[in-house]
């Protein structure tokens, strides 16, 4: 298995409570993504990393920033939560990004109240 | 523009039934690749399968087989003689390779519930 850990697994907060996950990889591998998993959605890609203080834009970003100061850490950071981001939060990383496998950590389930 | 299409949202199946899961894409690109994801009721993805563009031919592991088409845009999934074990929601997906920006950004199909019942 990638060695790929998220933290918390699971967390309930707040409306308007600023929210931070955790990814790090132990692989050394370039790349790092967050998803959501939404019913009916499959998982839609919210930023992505290609290196340190590397990152970009997915498909739904709004509402959601990353940093990325170390290769092995890919923060995803809620700065203030809405009920509409209560989700599954996955954390993917790839060796050598386009094209390639994409290996997952365990997840996180976040309930927004 | 959903760019994966798994018409399928649930199949129901007796085990030892042969299962096929349907997969639709839709890509300017001439280069791409499909990837099929396993997620099993404890919710972890498990991955299973990458193909190219170029690479049309057919492949099969095991119980799992994959049948690539590019004239239908299709990269449909059997199992043949399914087991309890493969009750799980199946995943696919697009990445487009037709510039640097795709950076191996994958594009989902909702997934596909697949129940097998002794």
């Known amino acids: 298995d990638a060695g790929i850990t998220q933290s918390p697994r699971h967390k309930v907060t707040e409306t308007g409570t600023p929210v931070t996950l955790r990814c790090h990889q132990t692989?050394?591998?370039?790349?790092m993504y967050w998803y959501r998993q939404d019913p009916g959605h499959g998982l839609r890609l919210i930023h992505y990393?290609?290196?340190?203080?590397?990152?970009d834009k997915g498909e739904v970003s709004d509402g959601y920033s990353v940093s990325r100061s170390k290769t092995e850490d890919f923060l995803l950071t809620l700065e203030s939560a809405t009920s509409s981001q209560t989700s599954v939060y996955f954390c993917?990383?790839?060796?050598?990004?386009?094209?390639?496998?994409?290996?997952f950590g365990d997840g996180t389930r976040l309930s927004i109240l | 523009a959903q760019k994966v299409t798994q018409a399928q949202t649930e199949i129901s199946v007796v085990e030892k039934e042969d299962v096929t899961l349907d997969c639709v894409y839709e890509?300017?690109?001439?280069?791409?690749?499909l990837f099929w994801y396993k997620q099993p009721p404890s919710g972890e993805l498990v991955f299973l399968i990458r193909?190219?563009?170029?690479?049309?031919q057919n492949e099969i592991s095991g119980r799992y087989s994959w049948n690539f088409q590019k004239s239908t845009s299709s990269f449909n999934f059997t199992i043949t003689a399914s087991q309890v074990v493969d009750s799980a929601v199946y995943f696919c997906?697009?990445?487009?390779?037709?510039?640097?920006?795709?950076?191996?950004?994958?594009?989902f199909g909702a997934g596909t519930q697949v129940v097998v019942t002794p």
């Open positions: 993917a990383i790839s060796e050598r990004g386009r094209n390639q496998p994409q290996h």
């Open positions: 692989e050394n591998h370039r790349y």
């Open positions: 990393s290609y290196g340190v203080k590397d990152t």
């Open positions: 890509t300017r690109d001439t280069t791409y690749y």
């Open positions: 193909r190219n563009s170029f690479d049309e």
């Open positions: 997906a697009l990445s487009e390779a037709g510039t640097t920006d795709s950076w191996g950004k994958l594009q």
